[in-house]
Structure formats: structure tokens, C-alpha cells
């Protein structure tokens, strides 16, 4: 053991534990719901989960998942080519592209591997990538990937994305990468505009809607669609791991050609295993009671409405958007962690987020709703937000 390695690393956690901005990590004893059990803390009000639609304590969902096991096992042992899949893979794919209405699905064991696998075969050397500043780090690490020539465009900026566009010229494939949502924002890409200048300048879009699948649109099927661009996004990518089920899992969405690729050259499909069958099992599930159930998203949005509206009439001013994220800027990393920690003693876990996951001096708290709360959950975390908003001189 190289002890003094260990120092080293244990005096820069001291030394953020004495900034304020360390990550404090905590544990739940229940499933995922509008209340969870959390070992420090007893049973508490959970606004810092992706849950959105409820599913991921959904009853079909936790026996699909169970069936997925005891018929498949705990799971391949193997990479896909050299072992062979579960058919319950293939159903998977075949429900999420037939959900996205895209010709095909591949997926992956999280949406971090299905951008990272798939940027870099997508755009290649001699190709451009132009991606949104403000896109998720998996994005930006898929971008790093590739050994496209990459340019960054200011935050939804269509002005800055022409120019990138105009600069690409020449390359054969043009990548414009966005996310749907906005992770930290909540606010949605101009999807119809960039569909207008990739038509434009003959360029291919990728989508990364992990935020936005079974939020937004009537139907759950994501921004595209609560846009009116479904099926004009070429490449979409999304998680099984937040409404979806909320387990794990990625998803690369597209033409069959692409697809096809993916699965002969993505170095996360040739060199890693597949999803787990209790997963594959309860994410299609998940999809199924979306299909079957569409004014989930509906619920959805009345409880996001009504906790936005009411938090405004206290005097917060959250940065607005469509989505079901509601982030409350605050500033200094500490500062949002000291948040969190004092909306925590009142029973509410509220994640505060600081650099390096936002942008130096804009830490934030991200409330996220949640299908799955009544009104007399949301009354009681609104309370809170008023007791704790007032000490904290932000209403
Ligand atoms: C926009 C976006 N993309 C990708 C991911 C990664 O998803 P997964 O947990 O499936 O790796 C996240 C998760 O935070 C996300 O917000």
C-alpha cells in the first residue's frame, strides 16, 4: 500500500470538507417514493430524485423485474458478441424504438455509456461535433471522445450554433449535440430551430432527452415531441434510470444503420455486458404503464405547476422552464449545501449543487417533482421551503 497516496487524496477531501463543498452521501432504506426512510434521518419528503412519473416503486414494474430474474438469471457473464443477449433485450430495444418511433434501439448499462459509446463512432476523424455549453457531462466526454473536431456553442444560442455550423462546412458529418432538458436549468433546447439549420446545413442532431422522457410531451415520448420535431431528431439518447423505471440503462434511438454500427464497433457493447435482466425487465415494464397510462404525465405536470406556483407567491424565484426541475440559484457552493442540510433537519431532501456540476458562483438547489406526491406531501414540503427560505433571507 502507498500510504502517502492516500494522504494526499484524504487532505484534499479535508481540505473541500473545510471549503463546505463537500458531497454529503446518504443512505435510504425503502424504495424510491414521494417519502423515503433515509438511515440518518427517519422517514422524509424526497425532492432530489429523477422518480418522475412514480415508477420506480411501481408495483409491475418490481415483478416484471423479479420474472426478468428468475427466468433469465442474474445475467449474461459476458459481453453480447461473444455470448449471445436475452431475448428480453430485444424486446426492450423493440419497445423503446417503437416508443421513440425511431426504425431501432441499442441499449446500454447507463445513458453515461450510451453517449460516451456513441459519439466518438458517430463523428469520426474528419467530421465536426458542435454541442451545446450547457450539455451533461456524459455528452461532453462522448464529445472528448471523438476525434471530430469539436466547437461549443453558447447555451441554446442559435445565432453562435449557425456560425459553428458555417465553420463546419466541409465536413461530412455535421453532429449538433443537445440535451432535451437541461440537467441544472430545466429548460428545453429549441429543438424546432435546430432541426431548421441542420436541415439547413445538412447536419445530423443528437439528442440526449434523459430529463425529458416521460415528462415531457403529451405522451411521455420526451421534448421532440412536446415540439412538435418527433421523428426529425436523428439520434436519440436517454436513461432507464430516471422516469423510465428509474433502475439503470441507456438507450442509443435511430436509423437502423446506425443501430447496426453501434453494435459491431461501440467499445462499451464489444468490451462490457449488457443490462441486467432484472433491469431490462423492469424498464419495460416501466414503458409499458407509460403507454398505458399517458396522464401520468399529466399529474406530472399539475404537481410541478402547483409547487412552481406556489414557491413564486412565497417570493422564490426559480429559473423557469417546462420540465419538472425547479432550480433556485443561490450562489456559493457552501451556501447551497448549507440549504440542502438545513431543509434536511425540517424533513426535506433537497440536493444543493455547487461547482464543478454548475458553473462557478451560480450553486443552486434543484427541487424535482414527482407523479407520485399529493398535494398534502407537497403542503408540507412547501412549509418547510417558507420556514427555511425566510432564515436563509431568500423570500
Ligand atoms: C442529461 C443526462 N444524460 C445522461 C445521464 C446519465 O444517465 P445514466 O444514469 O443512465 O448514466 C444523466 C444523469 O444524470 C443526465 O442527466
Known sequence: MNIAFQDRLQERILEMGKKGTLKIQRHLASPMDAKVVMEEKGKIIILSSNNYLGLSSNKKVIRAGIKALKKYGAGTASVRFICGTFSIHRELEEEIASFMKTEAALTYVSCWDANMGSIPVIAQEGDAIISDSLNHASLIDGCRMSKANRQIYKHANMTELEECLKKAEGA???????????????????????????????????????????????????????????GEIDIITGTLGKALGGAAGGFVASGKPLVNMLSQVSRPQIFSNALPPTVAGSALQAIKVLRDKPELVEKLHSNVDYFRGQLKKMGFKPLESKSAIIPIIIGETSQAIKLSGALLEEGIFVTGFGFPVVPEGTARIRIQISAAMNKKIMDKALKVFNKVGKKFQLI
Open 172 to 230: 461530412k458529418t455535421k453532429l449538433i449535440v443537445t440535451d432535451g432538458v437541461f440537467s441544472m436549468e430545466g429548460d428545453l433546447a429549441p429543438l424546432p430551430e435546430i432541426v431548421q439549420l441542420a436541415k439547413k446545413y445538412d447536419a445530423v442532431i443528437l439528442v440526449d432527452d434523459s430529463h425529458g422522457i416521460g415528462v415531457m410531451g403529451k405522451t411521455g415520448r420526451g421534448t421532440a415531441e412536446h415540439l412538435g420535431v418527433l
